[in-house]
Each structure stands twice: as C-alpha cells, then as structure tokens.
T-cell receptor, first 113, second 110 residues
Framework: DGGITQSPKYLFRKEGQNVTLSCEQN?????MYWYRQDPGQGLRLIYY???????QKGDIAEGYSVSREKKESFPLTVTSAQKNPTAFYLC????????????FGAGSRLTVL | EDKVVQSPLSLVVHEGDTVTLNCSYE??????LLWYKQEKKAPTFLFML????IEKKSGRLSSILDKKELFSILNITATQTGDSAVYLC??????????FGTGTRLAVRP
C-alpha cells in the first residue's frame, strides 16, 4: 500500500559518527522534505527536494547532507559536524500542484550517546 | 524570520470539554495555514485554510482563519481521550515553504 517508510525507527550512535536515515515513498510525490522535531520547538526544515537530482537547504541545514538520486528516495545523513543531533526526524512528501498538503512518515528517533 | 506562535503550549481538560487552540503568524508571502494532529509519530493533516472567515469543519473539529488579525483557531467540541495529541499549526508561504509552530499538547482526561 502507498506510503512513506522511514528507517530505522530508533537509532543510537556515538558522538563523531555519521548516520544516514532512510526515507522511501511510493506515493509518486515530487517533493520530499526532512524536518527535525525537538521538544518545545515544533518542526524545523532541514532540507527539501522538489525534483530528482536537486535539493535546497532549509532553515537548519548545517551538519546535514542529503541526496535525491531517485524520485522515491531522499536519505538524510547526520554528520559529525551537527552539534546537537539527538532529535526526532520526520520525512514528508508532497505532490506538485493540487492542495500541496504534506504527508509525513512515522519518523526516526536518533540518540547520540 | 517567519514566526508561527501557538498557544497554549499545553492543556489538560476532561472528556466532554470544549477546547480552543490558537495560532498566530507573520504575514510575509502568506498562502495558507494548515493544522496537523500528531498523536505518536507521524503528523496527520486536519485542515488547510486560505480564506478569511470561512469555517472548515470535520466532525467535532473546526477551524477558522482571520487574515486581518493574522491568526487561526482550532476548536474541538465534546473532547474525547482520543483527541489527546500535539496539534501543530503551519503557515505556507510562496515557494511552498511551511513554517511550523511549536505545537499545543492537549491531554484529555477521562
């Protein structure tokens, strides 16, 4: 069935390690987004991509990287340069045109020890 | 910076109560305002508001936008424990960028 799959759901890493969070969608949506959610701060945009092989920085891109080699996939790498990586990460997709409503994945919780 | 401010930050009510959640925003390049409900993980879409003064309704939930005063409210009548969640408000500006508020955490006690 159609949807957004984020993996892993939970991830523990040591400081200084890069980690990659997966986001796969079979909704045939053009745009994909990565948000970070911290307690008391709502959702903040990290990166987004509106077409394959193109992506733009969001409000808090420092310490993160992405790629968009396929329409279905938009992986997020949390690098060692990210000062405070422990957070809940949400991937979302959006079709072009129409109501432009975001559909969210179930999220990945990253804890850096 | 485009800000979206939600209030209250958290709220505890009893089943059957009516609640009103508030969302105020800054006006730059405004296109629409959206409400989402986040129960455990993935936020789910509730409403999108583009026109002032037109109420959108879905069951016990309703929402309205005031573009002059730059705010929206989400009302939930006859609350149930299943309404317990974080309610997120987001403003869409040109370029389809969404700016989210901090959310209101609602707890409905039996």
């Amino acid at each position: 069935d159609g949807g957004i799959t984020q993996s892993p759901k939970y991830l523990f890493r040591k400081e200084g390690q890069n980690v990659t969070l997966s986001c796969e969608q079979n909704l045939n949506h053009d745009a994909m987004y990565w948000y970070r959610q911290d307690p008391g701060q709502g959702l903040r945009l990290i990166y987004y991509s509106q077409i394959v092989n193109d992506f733009q920085k969001g409000d808090i891109a420092e310490g993160y990287s992405v790629s968009r080699e396929k329409k279905e996939s938009f992986p997020l790498t949390v690098t060692s340069a990210q000062k405070n990586p422990t957070a809940f990460y949400l991937c979302a997709t959006q079709p072009m045109g129409g109501a432009n409503v975001l559909t969210f994945g179930a999220g990945s919780r990253l804890t850096v020890l | 910076e485009d800000k979206v401010v939600q209030s209250p930050l958290s709220l505890v009510v009893h089943e059957g109560d009516t609640v009103t959640l508030n969302c105020s925003y800054e006006v730059t390049n405004f296109r629409s305002l959206l409400w989402y409900k986040q129960e455990k993980k993935a936020p789910t879409f509730l409403f999108m508001l583009t026109s002032s003064g037109i109420e959108k309704k879905s069951g016990r939930l309703s929402s309205i936008l005031d573009k002059k005063e730059l705010f929206s409210i989400l009302n939930i009548t006859a609350t149930q424990t299943g309404d317990s969640a974080v309610y997120l408000c987001a403003r869409k500006s040109s370029g389809d960028k969404l700016t989210f508020g901090t959310g209101t955490r609602l707890a409905v006690r039996p």
